[in-house]
């Protein structure tokens, strides 16, 4: 009886370690670390990959073979083709305390949104404790070396950034008044920025309502249009098209550098169309020759790449679901934003964050770029 009575407690006692540990871990990972940053070692933004190696990574890629052909991986192992960029900033990133606007160094900066320009690769990323300023990263795109980090007046999630080539300036996703917005720099402010110098954030030029949208969690910029839809968790979701008439004059100019001027309105974006219906959980938006290309991702399941066909007819509203992609592949977790430059498709994730690489499933800390032609070879 008493050896009975042993072993039903010790295996309650087991049950109960159990779920005390299991709850332990929910809560570190899933509560603590969303708002606790861990002490900055360093007093600079890292350039330095925050969790793998590059051989590491590769062999992470190779468990999605329906999507890395073996070609496809070598290429990536071979660090002078820059078939990878390190995602500068996951340990530690030079900003300001967002309360005080006091130099500060960020340790959970989460990168959200990249675009890439004929020179640079621009990643924006945002404060997961809410306590610092967003930031922009400029990577040279031919040598892969961190340039610099460009401190938002705000802490804009920053879910979508769009380079427009035609007007030269890039579009940063954000918030006016509780309202979708869409914020912009010249190309021109973001080359001449340098903290060290002004010990200030860059003030937005512009700021825009972006009508018929909930948030603006994404976009892409083709063609003199802006695309911008918003994430869902777990209903379908919208993308809206906008015509941009941007026109740079020598008043704003002066009120711009000015550095001290209300959120002004100089140039038009107004909605053409509502543009496509999209399912759930969509992270970044290409669009791109004959096709359009949809990245999805959330938690710790694989990421989804899904193509779709585009139609010669820009009038026309797309119904961008599963039942109408071309293919899907599947990919590491966390995949936020995709584009295309150069015959290239580069993709970034945010897995590498402090608060998610605590439990590195997957864990991909390097803006992965691929060329564009293999991608489209697998359609097949």
């Known amino acids: 009886m008493k050896t009975q009575e042993a072993k039903g407690v010790t295996w309650k006692n087991l049950l109960i370690a159990a779920v005390l540990l299991i709850g332990c871990v929910v809560f570190y990972f899933g509560v603590y670390r969303k708002a606790n940053e861990p002490v900055a070692v360093l007093d600079r933004t890292n350039a330095a990959p925050a969790v793998h190696t590059l051989s590491e990574v590769t062999e992470i890629l190779m468990q999605y073979d329906d999507f890395f052909t073996e070609e496809m991986v070598e290429h990536l192992s071979l660090e002078q083709n820059?078939?990878?960029?390190?995602?500068?900033?996951?340990?530690?990133?030079?900003?300001?305390?967002?309360?005080?606007?006091q130099s500060d160094i960020c340790t959970s900066m989460t990168p959200q949104g990249m675009d890439v320009t004929e020179d640079s690769i621009f990643v924006s990323a945002y404060c997961h404790t809410k306590k610092h300023n967003s930031v922009l990263y400029q990577i040279d795109k031919k040598s892969g070396r961190f340039v610099k980090e460009i401190i938002m007046p705000n802490r804009t999630h920053a879910g979508g950034i769009a380079y427009d080539n035609l007007n030269?300036?890039?579009?940063?996703?954000?918030?006016?008044?509780?309202?979708?917005?869409?914020?912009?720099?010249?190309?021109?402010?973001?080359?001449?920025?340098?903290?060290?110098?002004?010990?200030?954030?860059?003030?937005?030029?512009?700021?825009?309502?972006?009508?018929?949208?909930?948030?603006?969690?994404?976009?892409?910029?083709?063609?003199?249009?802006?695309?911008?839809?918003?994430?869902?968790?777990?209903?379908?979701?919208?993308?809206?098209?906008?015509?941009?008439?941007?026109?740079?004059?020598?008043?704003?100019?002066?009120?711009?550098?000015?550095?001290?001027?209300?959120?002004?309105?100089?140039?038009?974006?107004?909605?053409?169309?509502?543009?496509?219906?999209?399912?759930?959980?969509?992270?970044?938006?290409?669009?791109?020759?004959?096709?359009?290309?949809?990245?999805?991702?959330?938690?710790?399941?694989?990421?989804?790449?899904?193509?779709?066909?585009?139609?010669?007819?820009?009038?026309?509203?797309?119904s961008l679901k599963k039942k109408e992609e071309i293919k899907s592949f599947s990919l590491p977790n966390r995949m936020e934003q995709i584009c295309i430059q150069d015959g290239r498709l580069y993709m970034l994730f945010e897995s590498g964050a402090y608060v998610y690489r605590g439990i590195p499933v997957n864990c991909v800390d390097r803006i992965i770029s691929v060329d564009l032609k293999d991608v489209l070879k697998n359609l097949d």
């Open 82 to 101: 820059f078939g990878t960029y390190i995602i500068p900033g996951l340990k530690s990133t030079r900003t300001v305390n967002s309360k005080t606007g």
């Open 168 to 318: 030269q300036v890039l579009w940063v996703s954000d918030m006016l008044n509780g309202e979708a917005a869409v914020s912009l720099y010249t190309m021109e402010a973001l080359e001449n920025y340098q903290y060290d110098k002004t010990k200030k954030p860059l003030p937005f030029l512009e700021t825009h309502v972006l009508e018929g949208l909930a948030r603006n969690s994404f976009m892409a910029f083709r063609g003199g249009s802006l695309y911008a839809g918003y994430f869902s968790l777990s209903g379908d979701s919208i993308i809206n098209r906008y015509s941009v008439d941007f026109e740079i004059n020598e008043q704003n100019k002066e009120e711009y550098e000015e550095l001290n001027r209300e959120r002004e309105l100089f140039s038009n974006v107004a909605i053409d169309q509502e543009w496509a219906d999209i399912l759930s959980q969509v992270q970044g938006l290409e669009v791109f020759g004959n096709y359009l290309f949809l990245s999805q991702s959330y938690g710790f399941s694989d990421s989804k790449l899904r193509i779709y066909e585009r139609s010669v007819i820009e009038s026309e509203k797309y």
